[in-house]
Structures are given as structure tokens and as C-alpha cells.
Nanobody, 128 residues
Framework: QVQLVESGGGLVRAGDSLRLSCAAS????????MGWFRQAPGKEREFVAA???????TYTDSVKGRFTISRDNAKNTVYLQMNSLKPEDTAVYYC??????????????????????WGQGTQVTVSS
């Protein structure tokens, strides 16, 4: 069992930066792939970024070059550094975890259906 707790959301202006954190419980954290998803009002939850146990990263096109996902296995924490924020980044951001096995393609971790554990979410609001 893994429990995830996000933090770091808030209200910022367009062009500002925020860093989200997701603290995970469990001794096998390093065995998990970690993902960030977001959900805007009236929209489905969408993939933002993922990082595998070996450090491989994927991003949705709209955040490439602006967002960076990273992990600190010693602290059982995954981060999402968000720079050059835009109003369209406004959403509730969720952290998620799933077992990472050799042989799985990176695209697996872009699908929310493949994640087993979810945090409660943190609100990010970007004003224009």
C-alpha cells in the first residue's frame, strides 16, 4: 500500500513558477513509477508528466520545456517544477504511483488507468 500527499499548489500570475511535491509512504517507493496528472473544471483528468524508477521521464506536449519532473528516492518524494505558468495550466494536480517493471513501454505511464495509487490533489490557479 502506498499513500501519497501532494503540496505546493497555490494562486500565481501568468509567467510565475511553482513547485509541487508529493510525499509517498512505503518502503518500496523506489520500485514505483510516479506520475502527475491534472484536472480542470469540466474536463477529464489528463497526463502531465511521469518519471520511472530508472529516471526516464515523459511529458505531455503542452508542458515540455516548462515543467520538470524529478524524484528523490531518499526522501520518498516526487516533484513537479512548473515554470512560465499559463492560465490554461489551472487545474487540480494529482500525484499517482504504479509499479514500474522492466519491459513496459513509457507510454504505459501516460495512461491514468495504469496507476494504482492517487493523492488527494492540490489546486493550482494561474491568473492572467
Amino acid at each position: 500500500q502506498v499513500q501519497l500527499v501532494e503540496s505546493g499548489g497555490g494562486l500565481v500570475r501568468a509567467g510565475d513558477s511553482l513547485r509541487l511535491s508529493c510525499a509517498a509512504s512505503g518502503r518500496t517507493y523506489s520500485s514505483y513509477a510516479m506520475g502527475w496528472f491534472r484536472q480542470a473544471p469540466g474536463k477529464e483528468r489528463e497526463f502531465v508528466a511521469a518519471i520511472r524508477r530508472g529516471g526516464g521521464r515523459t511529458y505531455t506536449d503542452s508542458v515540455k520545456g516548462r515543467f520538470t519532473i524529478s524524484r528523490d528516492n531518499a526522501k520518498n518524494t516526487v516533484y513537479l517544477q512548473m515554470n512560465s505558468l499559463k492560465p490554461e495550466d489551472t487545474a487540480v494536480y494529482y500525484c499517482a504511483a504504479t509499479i514500474d517493471l522492466l519491459g513496459y513501454f513509457a507510454t504505459r505511464y501516460e495512461d491514468r488507468a495504469n496507476y494504482d495509487y492517487w493523492g488527494q490533489g492540490t489546486q493550482v490557479t494561474v491568473s492572467s
